[in-house]
C-alpha cells in the first residue's frame, strides 16, 4: 500500500526559541499564513499553501506565550523552521 | 479434581497454589501461572465459543494476544467485561467467564440453525438484499445477531492511570533479539526501557530447544534479566505497546495475574524504538480447519512447556517446514502421541525422521491435510496425496498446523518502515532502510526483520541495540557483543501452502474470527475487488478484534492466488492502530463520571454556597444561577432578584470577567488598532465601552476598558470570550505592521471581582468602606480609583450592567471573600441581597446590553448597532471586511427589542421571527427572553432583518417546537431607561 | 447487461459459484470523455451516477488516485441528517437526506439507511435556547424536529443515564428522528457499480498530475497514466483538495486539517440513536453503534494542518475521555481501531460547489468533516451545473465568490479559523 511510505512516525518536536524543545502538544495553532498579495478579503481567505512548505503561527501555550512561525511538511508532519519573528502586517483585515 | 490434560512435572506453573474458577457456571481448578485456555485444555475442555456469523463450534487457536476464536466474557464487580482471548486471562481464585455467541447454551445452541443458511451467506451479503421495502425493517434482529459480548452494565470500578516516561532506547518485544537489542544498549550506557506483552521474558526462548553460550534457553534469559538490572534498564513485562504516534509511544500496561481493571497507560517518549516483535505462526485453510481441535503448532508446545497441559492425546502435525520434526519430537516427549506428519513437500533429510517413524509417526510427505473430522471437535483427519488423490483417514484428537511465520511488524509500518516481501519466509518483513533508518528513529531487530533463526536473530538484536545508541547519543560508539556459539531449531525451508485446494471453499477458513472462507475470497475476486484493502472491508477479513494476526496474509496469498499475481505484488494489509485492543477507560485516564476537564472556581466560591447560591457550570466555570429562597425555580427567582436591583439593590459575584492587562510604551496605539472606539483618548482614572472585531469584521467581545496609567490598561473581556481575546492581542501584537513595545497578560485569576447594583448601592459602599464615602459620592459614571481593602489593593469602577447605579468592586483574590462578607452584612438591612445569573440576564435584557446570545460569531458591529464606534475607529483590525456588500443587505438581521402584544404571553428565546403575512419564512430569531418585572411583561432581545426592524412592526415568534406562534412588536432595543438616568443619578 | 440483486439472485448464484460479476469492470481509460471526474469517492461517483441518469451523458470517466471508496467515504462516522442551522445548508442537507431514503432501490445496493434519530444533546439552558434557535429554523424549513427536556432524552434513550451525577448534566437535546447513519462502504460501491452500469468508466490507480490546456482551453488532464482527453473536468477530491489545488495553482479558502474516528470491539445492542456531546472545551463526542455492533465515534479535529493521516493520540485520549463521561458503560469496552481522515476544512465550514472562472474546470470540494451525508444531494446538483453550465438555485449559497462578497456560511460563527469549524 503506498500510502504507508508517507506515514510519519517521528515525534512531532518543536523548538521553541525560548524553551527549547517542546512535544507539539505545548503548543496551539492559529493561522496558515495567507497569500500576501491581492485584497484584504483576498488575504484573509485564500491559501496557496505548498503542502511541503506550509507556513504556519502557532503559539507556546503551554510554556512561555511566546508566538512562533512554523515551516512544517504537511505530508510528513516534519517541523523544518521555527523562528520568533513573524512575518508582519499580513493586514488580515486591517485596510482596504 | 484432576486434570486429565495436565502433565505431573515440567510448565512454569505454580502447582502449590490452586485456584478455583468457572466457566459457563461449572467449577473447575486450575493453577497460578495458568492462563483461563491453558486451565480449560488442563481439563480437556476443547469447545470455548461459537462463530458470530455461522455459529460454528470453536475451540483454542492459539497461545497468545494473536486468538481469534477464544473469546470469552469474564465477570466482574461491575458486570461483565467481553471478547477476552481465553489465551490472556490470566487466572485468578474465584475467575468466572462464559462463553459467547450461543443460545440457551454453549453445547445446544439453537441460533446454529444460522449457519445452515451459510449457503447465502457470502461475501457481500447484506449489500445485496433487505432493500425491500427498506432496511429499517430488517435492521433490528440483523443488529441482535451481530456483536461478540454484552457490553458491561455498570462502568468499571477501578479506573485507569497515565505515565509519562522518557528513554533513550525504547525495546520492544523481549524475546531473543530484543534482549540481545536491550542488553548492548544497556551496556554501553543508555536508558533503556523494554515493553514485553507476555508475563515472562523470553519469546520463544521459554521453550525451544536453544542452546546459547552452553546455556539453556531459560537460563540466557535469567541472564540477560540480571543483566538488564545491573544496568538500570527498565524490564517492563506485562505491557503491551499499542501504537506508534507522531509524538509518543502508546503502551498499556495490565496488573500481573488480574483481569484487566487496572491498567495503566504509559505515554513513552523515546530518543530510537527497537521494534522486535518476533514472529506469529499462521495456519493453512483446508475444510473445517476450525474445529476444537486444531490448533497451532507452535501453541501446542507452549502449552505444553509453559503449562504442562497437553492439548490433545494423539495429534496430526500439518506444516510445510523443516522445524515440524524437532517440534514432533518434543511434543513426544510431553506425552503427545504424533500419529503423522503431513508434509507436502518431498521428504527432507532429516535425522529426527527417522527416529519419529521408529516411534510410530506416519511420515506422509507428498500430502495435505484435506479436511479435520468430527463435529463438535476433532476426531480425525483426512489425508490425501498430492499426485495421486488418494486418501487416508487417521483417527486423532488433534491437528497442529504450521505454514510458516509472519513476522509483526504493523508497529514498525506504524513508524514509518516500508515492508519487504521475503521469499524464503513467504511473507512480508520491515528491515531497517531507507528514509527511517536514516532519521534513526526506528529499527527492527531479529524475526520482525526477517531473521528466524536464533543465531541471526541474537547477532541482529545486538547489532540494533548498538546503532541504537549511536542515534541517541548523537555518534557514540557502542559495540554489539558478540554471541558465542548457540544452537537452536533448524532453518526451516518453508515452501508457502496457503491452503488445501480440496473439499468445500465454504468450510475452509481464512479469518475464523469473522467467519470468511475461502469460497468469499474468491466471490470477492470474482466480484471485481481486486487489492488486499477492497477485499478486505468487502468480505471483513483481518477487521475483528485479532486483526487478523494470524489469517491475513493467509487471505492475501490465497486473493493473490485468484488474482494470478504474486502475493509480494498484492501486499499484506495493513493493521491500524492500537495494535491491541484497549479499554475506553484505560485511554480516558480519569474516572468516568467526571471525565471532562477540572471546573474553575471564582475567590466567592465558598461565600456564595454560604449564602444559599445554586451553582451550575458555565463554560469551564462554577457560577450562582439564582440564590435559594428567590424562588421555585431558576425563572420566578431570577425575576425576584431583578425586581430586588431595581428597587434596593443586589450583589453579584463577577469574577468570571476576563482581565487582561495591556501595557507598553505604544499599548495606547496598540488598542486603537483592535479596538473600536479609539481608547488612546480615554483619560486616566477614566473607562469606556469597548468592542473588539475578528479579522473578518464580526464581533469578538465587548467589554470594558480602563486607562490605569499613561501606558497601562485593563481590558475586561467576557467570562467566554476571555481566552480568544487575550490570544487575538498577543497574535496582532506579534503579527501587526510593525514591531510594538506592548504586552498583555491575563490578571483574571487575581481578583475577586463583585457589583453592587441598585440604588442602595452607594449607600452601602460607603457604609462598608466609611473613609472612602466622600470618595465615592463623587466617583463619575466611568470612572474608577484605587484604593485598599484590608491592606490589599481594591478597584473601584463605577460601571453598571443593570442600567443601575452600581460599582464594580475588584479586589485581590484572597480578601475577596471578606469584602463580600463586609458587603452582605451591611446590606441586609438595606435589602441588598445576592442575585444570580439569571436576574442578571433579566436587568441587561431589560437594558438592551449584549451577551455571547448576541455576540453570536457571526454578527457585526453594524447587525449589533455599533455603527457610531466604527464611524469613530482608524484601522481597526477587520474592519476593511465590513465593507462587504452581504453585511448591508436589507434582508440581513440586526439587533431589535420585541415586546409581546399581550403582556403576559410568555415566549422562548430561540423562536424564531417571522412576518405574520409570511409565516414560514424566517426572518432572525428572539436571542434572549425575560419576564421584565419592571415593566410587568415579556421582553426580548432579537435578531431580525433589517428591513422588518423598524419599531412598531408586528412580527410572529414562531415557535413550532413548542407549538406556539406569538404576535410581537418591534421595539428599540433599551426598554427600560433609554436616557441611563438611573445609572448616572 | 448488469444482474438485479436479490435474495432469491443470491441463493440461485450460491448454487452456481462461478456466477459473480465483478461490481463495476475495469477499463482502462480511453478518452474522449465529455466529463472527466477526479476523485472516485462519494461526490465524485454520485456526480458521475447522475450525469450519465439524469442527463445523458454517457463518455464519463471517473479517476481514482488509489481505491474507489478508499477516501473519507469509506473512513467516517456515517451520520446522516440534516439539522442545520442556515436555511441553505438546511435546504441542501434535506435534499441529500430525501435521496438517502430511497437510493437503496434506486440503486439495488443496500446501503443500509438507517433512521434511528440524532440526538444532540445540551448541558446548560444555553445550549437548550441555541438548540431551540436551530431545531426552529428546521421546522420553520420543513425539515422534522424535536425538542427534548431531560425527561424526553430519558425515554428516548433509555441507555443513557440522565440522573447520574455529572460534570456537565444533561438538560435536553434537539430530535430529528430521520437522521440516522448509512453504511460508507455500501454508498461508494453501489454508486460505482450504478454509474458502470450505465457506461461510465471508473479507473482506479490513475493519478492526476495536471490539467492539459490546448489552444487555451481545457482539453483533458495529464495523468500517471498518460493523457486523457476531456471537454470538462470535474474535481471531487475531498480531502486532497488542497493538495491537488497547489498542483494546479489553485488559491482556495481551505487547509487540510485530520480527523480522528474511532470504533470499539463488536458487543451487542446498546445504543439504538446517535448521540452528539458537543460542549466545547470540556467533553465532545459523537456516537453510534455500528449494525456489525462496534460503538463509532469521534470527536473534534486535531487543530492544525497536516497531511500525514496519523493523528494525535492525547486527541484520541479526550474523545475516549468524553464517551466515557456520556455512557459510563462503554468504559470497560474496548478500542479496536483508530484512523485519522484529511479534511477539505474551509473558511467558513461550508462546502464550495463552483464552474473556476471561465473554463470548463468545476469544484466541488471543501466538504470538512460533513462531506458524507451531502454525497446525493452534492452528486445531483453537481451533475447538474457540469452538465448545464448553470448553477442550481440549491447550490447557489455555495459558490467560491461568498468569502469575498461577506455571504459566508459560517453555522458555528467560529469565523476564517478553519481549525476551529
Known amino acids: 500500500m503506498s500510502d504507508g511510505a508517507k506515514r510519519g512516525g517521528r515525534r512531532m518536536l518543536i523548538r521553541c526559541p525560548f524553551c527549547g524543545e517542546r512535544d507539539a502538544a505545548e503548543f496551539q495553532f492559529r493561522a496558515t499564513l495567507p497569500d500576501l498579495q491581492g485584497t484584504a478579503a483576498e488575504r484573509l481567505y485564500l491559501r496557496r499553501s505548498d503542502p511541503h512548505r506550509s507556513i504556519e503561527h502557532w503559539q507556546h501555550v503551554g510554556g512561555c506565550q511566546l508566538w512562533l512561525e512554523l515551516t512544517r511538511d504537511l505530508t510528513s508532519g516534519a517541523v523544518l523552521e521555527v523562528s520568533a519573528e513573524l512575518t508582519r502586517d499580513l493586514a488580515r483585515g486591517a485596510e482596504h | 479434581m484432576s486434570a486429565p490434560f495436565r502433565n505431573p512435572i515440567g510448565g512454569r506453573i505454580e502447582r502449590s497454589t490452586p485456584m478455583e474458577f468457572q466457566f459457563d457456571g461449572r467449577r473447575y481448578e486450575g493453577l497460578a501461572g495458568d492462563t483461563l485456555a491453558s486451565a480449560l485444555l488442563a481439563h480437556g475442555v476443547r469447545l470455548f465459543g461459537r462463530s458470530v456469523k455461522f455459529r460454528r463450534p470453536r475451540g483454542v487457536l492459539s497461545c497468545g494476544a494473536e486468538e481469534p476464536n477464544a473469546l470469552v466474557t469474564l465477570d466482574t464487580g461491575s458486570g461483565g467485561i467481553s471478547n477476552i482471548p481465553a489465551t490472556l486471562a490470566h487466572l485468578a481464585p474465584g475467575m468466572a467467564a462464559r462463553s459467547q455467541n450461543r443460545w440457551p447454551s454453549l453445547r445446544f445452541d439453537l441460533t446454529a440453525a444460522l449457519g445452515a443458511g451459510g449457503a447465502l451467506y457470502g461475501a457481500g451479503f447484506y449489500y445485496k438484499t433487505f432493500m425491500w421495502p427498506s432496511w429499517r425493517w430488517y435492521e433490528p434482529p440483523i443488529r441482535h445477531l451481530a456483536g461478540l459480548g454484552q457490553a458491561p452494565e455498570r462502568a468499571r470500578a477501578a479506573t485507569g492511570s497515565e505515565r509519562h516516561l522518557a528513554c533513550d532506547v525504547l525495546v520492544i518485544g523481549a524475546g531473543p533479539a530484543g534482549l540481545a537489542a536491550a542488553a548492548t544498549a544497556a551496556a554501553a550506557g543508555a536508558d533503556v526501557i523494554v515493553c514485553e506483552q507476555d508475563l515472562l521474558p523470553g519469546g520463544e526462548l521459554q521453550f525451544e530447544s536453544a542452546r546459547i553460550e552452553g546455556l539453556t534457553g531459560p537460563q540466557w534469559v535469567e541472564r540477560s534479566r540480571a543483566l538488564l538490572e545491573a544496568a538500570r534498564a527498565r524490564l517492563l513485562c506485562g505491557t503491551s505497546v499499542i501504537g506508534m504516534y507522531e509524538e509518543r509511544v502508546l503502551a498499556l500496561r495490565q496488573a500481573e495475574g488480574r483481569a484487566r481493571l487496572d491498567d495503566e497507560l504509559l505515554l513513552v517518549s523515546p530518543r530510537v524504538r527497537i521494534v522486535a516483535t518476533g514472529a506469529l505462526e499462521r495456519p493453512i485453510a483446508f475444510a473445517d480447519n476450525d474445529k476444537p481441535g486444531v490448533m497451532l503448532l507452535g501453541a501446542i508446545e507452549r502449552y505444553a512447556s509453559r503449562y504442562a497441559v497437553r492439548a490433545g492425546n494423539e495429534a496430526v502435525i500439518f506444516g510445510n517446514h523443516d522445524r515440524l520434526y524437532p517440534a514432533a519430537l518434543r511434543l513426544r516427549e510431553q506425552g503427545i502421541r504424533i500419529r503423522a506428519i503431513v508434509d507436502p513437500r518431498p521428504r527432507p533429510a532429516l ?632 445609572m448616572k443619578s | 447487461m448488469r444482474r438485479r440483486f436479490s435474495a432469491l439472485r443470491l441463493l440461485l448464484d450460491a448454487a452456481r459459484p462461478a456466477s459473480f460479476e465483478p461490481l463495476w469492470p475495469r477499463r482502462p481509460p480511453s478518452g474522449p470523455y465529455d466529463v472527466i471526474i477526479v476523485g472516485g469517492g462519494g461526490h465524485g461517483l454520485a456526480t458521475a451516477y447522475y450525469l450519465a441518469r439524469e442527463f445523458g451523458l454517457r463518455r464519463v470517466a471517473v479517476l481514482e488516485r488509489t481505491l474507489i471508496g478508499y477516501g473519507n467515504v469509506g473512513r467516517n462516522t456515517t451520520i446522516v441528517r440534516s439539522n442545520y442551522l442556515l436555511p441553505q445548508n438546511q435546504r441542501f442537507y434535506e435534499d441529500s437526506l430525501r435521496r438517502w431514503g430511497t437510493l437503496a432501490r434506486e440503486l439495488n445496493f443496500n446501503i443500509m439507511y438507517s433512521p434511528r434519530g440524532v440526538l444532540d444533546l445540551a448541558v446548560a439552558d444555553e445550549d437548550m435556547v441555541a438548540l431551540r434557535r436551530r431545531g426552529n429554523a428546521m421546522r420553520l424549513s420543513g425539515i422534522d424536529a424535536e425538542l427534548l427536556d431531560r425527561a424526553g432524552v430519558a425515554r428516548f434513550v433509555p441507555q443513557l443515564d440522565v440522573a447520574a451525577p455529572r460534570q456537565f448534566p444533561i438538560v435536553g437535546g434537539l430530535l430529528q428522528r430521520r437522521g440516522g447513519t448509512v453504511r460508507h462502504d455500501a454508498v461508494a460501491w453501489g454508486y460505482a457499480r450504478a454509474a458502470a452500469a450505465l457506461g461510465v468508466d471508473i479507473v482506479e490507480r490513475c493519478e492526476v498530475l495536471g490539467l492539459a490546456r490546448r489552444a487555451g482551453r481545457i482539453a483533458g488532464v495529464e495523468s500517471d497514466r498518460g493523457f486523457i482527453a476531456g471537454e470538462r473536468v470535474a474535481l471531487a477530491v475531498a480531502g486532497r483538495t488542497a493538495s491537488l489545488a497547489a498542483r494546479l495553482g489553485l488559491a482556495l479558502p481551505l487547509e487540510t486539517h485530520l480527523l480522528q474516528a474511532c470504533v470499539t470491539e463488536p458487543i451487542k445492542p446498546m445504543l439504538d440513536t446517535v448521540l452528539i456531546y458537543m460542549y466545547p472545551g470540556a467533553g465532545e463526542v459523537y456516537v453510534s453503534q455500528s449494525d456489525r455492533g462496534g460503538l463509532v465515534f469521534g470527536g473534534m479535529l486535531d487543530g492544525h494542518p497536516s497531511m500525514t493521516q496519523t493523528g494525535a493520540v492525547t486527541r484520541v485520549r479526550d474523545v475516549c475521555r468524553a464517551l466515557t463521561a456520556l455512557l459510563p458503560r462503554t468504559s470497560d469496552l474496548r478500542l479496536l481501531r483508530h484512523w485519522a481522515g484529511m479534511n477539505d476544512m474551509t473558511m467558513d465550514g461550508s462546502p464550495i460547489i463552483d464552474k473556476l472562472g471561465s473554463e470548463e474546470l468545476f469544484l466541488n470540494g471543501g466538504w470538512c468533516y460533513g462531506g458524507f451525508k451531502a454525497i446525493p444531494a452534492s452528486g445531483r446538483a453537481f451533475a447538474e451545473l457540469i452538465a448545464r453550465g448553470e448553477t442550481p438555485e440549491l447550490i447557489r449559497p455555495f459558490r467560491l465568490s461568498r468569502f469575498l462578497s461577506g455571504h459566508v456560511l459560517d453555522e458555528k460563527g467560529a469565523g476564517p479559523f478553519p481549525a476551529r469549524q
Open chain 2, 351 to 982: 535425522e529426527s525422521l527417522d527416529e519419529l517413524e521408529r516411534q510410530g509417526t506416519r511420515i506422509l510427505s507428498g500430502h495435505v491435510l484435506e479436511r479435520a473430522l468430527g463435529r463438535m471437535r476433532v476426531r480425525g483427519a483426512r489425508i490425501g496425496a498430492i499426485g495421486t488423490g488418494e486418501a487416508v483417514e487417521l483417527s486423532c484428537d488433534l491437528i497442529a498446523v504450521s505454514g510458516g511465520w509472519t513476522p509483526s511488524i504493523e508497529l514498525a509500518l506504524q513508524a514509518g518502515a516500508k515492508p519487504r516481501y521475503a521469499s524464503e519466509l513467504g511473507a512480508f518483513v520491515a528491515p531497517d532502510e531507507g528514509e527511517t533508518l536514516a532519521a534513526g528513529a526506528v529499527l527492527t531487530a531479529g524475526s520482525a526483520a526477517g531473521h528466524l533463526e536464533l543465531s541471526q536473530a541474537l547477532l541482529d538484536g545486538a547489532q540494533a541495540g548498538a546503532r541504537a545508541v549511536e542515534t541517541a547519543r548523537n555518534g557514540a560508539n557502542a559495540r554489539a557483543a558478540t554471541v558465542g556459539s548457540i544452537g537452536g531449531d533448524p532453518a526451516p525451508h518453508l515452501q508457502p501452502l496457503w491452503r488445501v485446494p480440496r473439499g468445500r471453499e465454504k468450510r475452509q477458513f481464512v479469518d475464523l474470527q469473522n467467519d470468511v472462507t475461502v469460497a468469499d475470497l474468491r466471490q470477492a475476486v470474482a466480484e471485481g475487488f481486486r487489492e488486499i484493502e477492497h477485499v478486505k472491508r468487502y468480505t471483513t477479513l483481518g477487521v475483528g478484534t485479532d486483526q487478523g494476526r494470524t489469517g491475513g496474509l493467509v487471505g492475501a496469498a490465497i486473493v493473490a492466488e485468484f488474482l494470478g499475481e504474486t502475493l509480494a505484488a498484492v501486499g499484506q494489509s495493513r493493521a491500524r492502530p492500537p495494535a491491541r485492543p484497549v479499554p475506553l477507560a484505560a485511554l480516558a485516564g480519569l474516572p468516568a463520571p467526571l471525565a471532562v476537564k477540572p471546573l474553575r472556581r471564582t475567590p466567592l466560591h465558598d461565600a456564595l454556597l454560604a449564602d444559599g447560591a445554586l451553582m451550575e457550570p458555565s463554560g469551564l466555570w462554577l457560577r450562582a444561577r439564582h440564590f435559594a429562597g428567590s424562588g421555585v425555580d431558576a425563572a420566578v427567582a431570577g425575576v425576584e432578584e431583578a425586581r430586588r436591583v431595581r428597587s434596593a439593590g443586589g450583589l453579584f459575584d463577577a469574577s468570571t470577567l476576563g482581565k487582561i492587562e495591556v501595557s507598553g510604551a505604544d499599548a495606547a496605539a496598540f488598542l486603537d488598532r483592535v479596538c473600536l472606539g479609539r481608547p488612546s483618548r480615554i483619560a486616566v482614572g477614566r473607562a469606556r465601552y469597548a468592542a473588539l472585531l475578528r479579522e473578518d469584521g464580526m464581533v469578538l467581545d465587548d467589554g470594558l476598558l480602563l486607562r490605569l496609567a499613561p501606558l497601562h490598561f485593563l481590558l475586561t473581556a467576557s467570562t467566554h470570550g476571555a481566552a480568544a481575546v487575550l490570544a487575538h492581542l498577543q497574535y496582532h501584537i506579534a503579527t501587526g505592521p510593525k514591531a510594538l513595545e506592548v504586552c498583555c497578560a491575563d490578571a483574571t485569576e487575581a481578583w475577586g471581582v463583585m457589583v453592587v447594583s441598585g440604588p442602595e448601592s452607594r449607600g452601602l459602599l460607603c457604609e462598608v468602606l466609611p473613609t472612602l464615602a466622600g470618595e465615592i459620592a463623587d466617583l463619575a459614571h466611568l470612572a474608577w480609583m484605587e484604593k485598599e481593602w484590608r491592606a490589599r489593593p481594591l478597584r473601584i469602577l463605577r460601571a453598571s450592567f443593570s442600567g443601575e447605579l452600581a460599582y464594580e468592586l475588584h479586589c485581590a483574590a484572597d480578601e475577596a471573600a471578606s469584602l463580600w462578607q463586609a458587603l452582605r452584612a451591611a446590606g441586609t438591612d438595606r435589602g441588598v441581597r445576592p442575585y444570580g445569573l439569571e436576574a442578571l440576564d433579566v436587568l441587561r435584557v431589560e437594558k438592551g446590553y449584549l451577551t455571547s446570545a448576541e455576540i453570536t460569531g457571526q454578527t457585526s458591529p453594524y447587525d449589533l448597532r455599533l455603527e457610531p464606534w466604527v464611524r469613530s475607529s482608524g484601522e481597526v483590525v477587520g474592519r476593511a471586511l465590513l465593507e462587504r456588500p452581504a453585511l448591508h443587505e436589507p434582508s440581513r438581521p440586526m439587533l431589535v427589542g420585541l415586546v409581546a402584544v399581550e403582556p403576559a404571553r410568555r415566549f422562548n428565546a430561540g423562536a424564531q421571527l417571522a412576518s405574520p403575512s409570511v409565516p414560514g419564512e424566517s426572518l432572525g430569531y428572539v436571542t434572549s427572553a425575560v419576564f421584565s418585572p419592571t415593566l410587568g411583561r415579556h421582553i426580548a432581545l432579537g435578531l431580525l432583518a433589517r428591513h422588518h426592524a423598524l419599531p412598531g412592526t408586528r412580527v410572529l415568534a414562531a415557535d413550532p417546537l413548542a407549538g406556539t406562534e406569538i404576535p410581537l412588536l418591534v421595539t428599540e432595543p433599551v426598554h427600560f431607561d433609554a436616557a441611563g438616568e438611573r
